[in-house]
């Protein structure tokens, strides 16, 4: 039982941190960014060169 609220917590932990990320990109990139956030494309979305990035 332990093992499975530990593993809960981690889940709830990682969904957390994603959300946290996407508000902080949305309100940093005047277009936003997409519902459907990946590492790759929030490191496409920061890359300095924004104006040949798409998402």
């Known amino acids: 039982m332990l093992a499975l609220m530990d593993e809960r917590r981690n889940n ?3 969904a957390r941190t ?4 996407h ?3 949305r309100q ?3 277009g936003g960014v997409p519902t459907q ?4 494309r929030a490191a496409t979305a920061l890359a ?5 990035n798409s998402y």
């Open 12 to 14: 709830l932990t990682a």
């Open 23 to 25: 508000a902080l990109l």
């Open 48 to 52: 300095p060169d924004k104006a040949t």
């Open 18 to 21: 994603a959300n946290q990320l």
């Open 28 to 30: 940093l990139l005047a």
């Open 37 to 40: 956030l990946t590492a790759s």
